[in-house]
């Protein structure tokens, strides 16, 4: 996971997961990060359904935020999970990550 400040109170959100091959690979993915900076909490949700890539990892490439200047948390929710085509699933150990919004 990965909260990368880029000026003027934007941060780009990079997160992910990285599976076991016995798990088979991505199949429905719902995941959630909450964001927590001098403006409050956020939470956004992410969902990709029926067969998302088939890989052994999925990755939230370069979401953009705009946050509140000062310090920033990111934090993956436990109740975040992919589902495999193994018929896994497999949760989030709730990775973060703090920086600080310029």
């Not at 990111?74 to 495999?84: H, M, P, Q, Y």
């Not at 193994?86 to 989030?92: H, I, K, L, P, T």
Request: proline letters at 7%; hydrophobic letters at 35%.
């Amino acid at each position: 996971m990965n909260l990368s400040p880029t000026g003027n109170a934007w941060a780009t959100l990079t997160s992910g997961v990285r599976l076991v091959p016995d798990a088979g690979g991505v199949w429905d993915v719902h995941w959630t990060v909450e964001i927590k900076d001098n403006g409050g909490t956020s939470a956004p949700y992410y969902d990709e359904y029926d067969g998302f890539t088939g890989s052994f990892s999925w990755t939230l490439y370069g979401q953009p935020l705009h946050l509140t200047p000062g310090p920033a948390r990111a934090r993956v929710t436990g109740g975040s999970f992919v589902i495999t085509s193994e018929a896994w699933v497999c949760f989030s150990y709730s990775p973060s990550t703090t920086t600080t919004i310029n």
